[in-house]
């Protein structure tokens, strides 16, 4: 399976149907059965004459069982010891608490309850973030969780009122390479690493260390790309450094002077992209139920905003890839991380009439940097707006209201935008199915025979240095 090149095409199939017998497998978390039955369905002696297409589809559900079989590996009581080690005085009440948070992926397998729920692997590190200040303040009696980051939003809130604009310059170093049980001597290596996109919020770009030759795309997932042989003892890694400009635009938005129309380019973004972006008869009706008779376009979006930040609570999420519908989850289910969200909100708006396009690279800190994901808004006479979903969201179930407001519409400079496009294959292609294949945040890598999963690699961004500009 790990040898079998990926038809970038056969991603839309994500959003046919699967025979019940594989449905009912993979809700219930048996993913070696639903591996076993998927072969069984693709055997000749069953189907000798199996449709094409659904072929192609089964062939996509084998490698996400696969994926999904090694993805949920942490225990119920293997959860427990994990708090229990790093936060005394953590109680089984305090897990569950943790639970009905929404912030936390999981199945549950055969057996009685809580023993059968078997968390995703990151499951631990997503609760940790997710609940800091649940956790503090109850390892911290009397003390109250301070939110730091809030802090620095609302410095640039008001910065960028004074002066209309704000800009941060950023010092990035980046690394991939396989770990140490996937080094394949003699084996090409390629690999494809977030590069900074040209657009109007970044300048200043330059790719200040390569210690190997990098290609650089002009792409709308833009990366620095490398292919070199893998050397048994050797230092395998491709690691980049790159500096930019991030720069925030301050937008004074008064509803009433926005205007009905959109140009042809920002047109292009009023269409379905299945499997994600579809206009099934749910989000149809959801549209016209949440824009109604308003006609104002910034309205009709801002009817959407408060929607989706009040539905859906923010949650890391597993992994892209093993998703059928990625906005369709957070509509059904009132969770999702900022992607999730900011999808929920494109495919509100296209079908609202009002053009919307995501953005994606990662929220970059004075002092660290992570993957983010957010959205754009065509209004005139503005053009291109921004929202981000899960900020404001967050903000507004803090019951800060200036933040909610402040990110429909404006943005902070703390940012690196490397994807403009959502769902586009990379420059050059990649071989094998992608460890996320609709944008890149932290990097791709595969061996030209062999696919490479996201446990096959060690991948690492760090902020070398941060700057504000213009004082």
Not at 450 to 460: G, H
Request: glycine share 8%; hydrophobic share 35%.
């Amino acid at each position: 399976m790990k040898h079998t090149p990926f038809d970038y095409e056969s991603l839309a199939l994500l959003a046919a149907e699967l025979p019940d017998s594989l449905k009912n497998l993979r809700f219930a978390g048996r993913y070696e059965e639903e591996l076993a039955e998927i072969d069984r369905l693709l055997s000749p002696d069953t189907h000798p004459a199996f449709e094409p297409i659904l072929r192609k589809r089964l062939e996509l559900e084998k490698i996400l069982a696969d994926g999904l079989s090694h993805d949920y590996g942490i225990t119920w009581d293997g959860m427990l010891a994990l708090f229990q080690k790093n936060y005394p005085g953590f109680e089984e009440k305090d897990l569950y608490a943790l639970i009905d948070s929404g912030h936390a992926d999981y199945i549950i397998g055969n057996g009685a309850l809580p023993g059968c729920i078997r968390f995703q692997d990151d499951a631990y590190a997503n609760l940790t973030d997710c609940c800091e200040g649940y956790l503090y303040e109850l390892t911290h009696p009397g003390e109250t969780f301070r939110e730091t980051f809030s802090e620095l939003r609302h410095e640039n809130m008001a910065y960028m009122r004074e002066h209309g604009r704000a800009s941060v310059r950023f010092t990035v170093e980046e690394s991939v390479e396989p770990d140490e049980e996937h080094i394949r001597d003699g084996k090409l290596f390629r690999a494809w690493l977030p590069f900074p996109a040209v657009t109007p919020e970044q300048s200043g770009i330059e790719l200040l260390s390569a210690n190997r030759p990098v290609t650089v795309s002009d792409h709308p997932i833009r990366t620095a790309y490398a292919e070199y042989p893998v050397k048994a003892g050797a230092d395998n890694r491709l690691e980049i450094s790159f500096r930019y400009v991030c720069t925030a635009v301050y937008h004074d938005l008064d509803p009433a002077a926005a205007k009905r129309g959109y140009s042809k380019e920002a047109a292009l973004y009023l269409d379905e992209l299945p499997p994600h972006i579809s206009f099934t008869p749910y989000f149809r009706m959801l549209a016209g139920e949440l824009t109604g008779n308003e006609q104002n376009p910034f309205l009709r979006a801002r009817k959407i905003y408060d929607y989706v930040t009040s539905h859906v609570r923010y949650s890391y999420m597993r992994d892209y890839r093993f998703m059928d519908n990625i906005p369709m989850y957070a509509a059904v289910n009132g969770r999702g991380d900022c992607g999730v969200q900011a999808l929920l909100f494109i495919v509100l708006c296209r079908l609202a009439g009002i053009p919307a396009r995501w953005q994606s690279g990662n929220a970059a800190r004075p002092t660290s940097i992570g993957s983010h994901d957010w959205a754009q808004f065509y209004v005139e006479p503005w053009g291109w707006l921004p929202c981000d979903p899960s900020y404001g969201g967050g903000m507004k179930r803090a019951g800060d209201t200036e933040g909610w407001n402040w990110y429909f519409g404006n943005l902070d400079p703390h940012r690196m935008i490397a994807c403009t496009e959502f769902q586009r294959q990379l420059e050059p292609p990649k071989t094998f199915f992608r460890l996320d294949p609709y944008d890149n945040q932290s990097g791709e890598a595969e061996y030209e025979d062999e696919r490479l999963d996201p446990s096959d690699v060690i991948r690492r961004k760090r902020i070398v240095e941060s700057e504000r500009l213009g004082g």
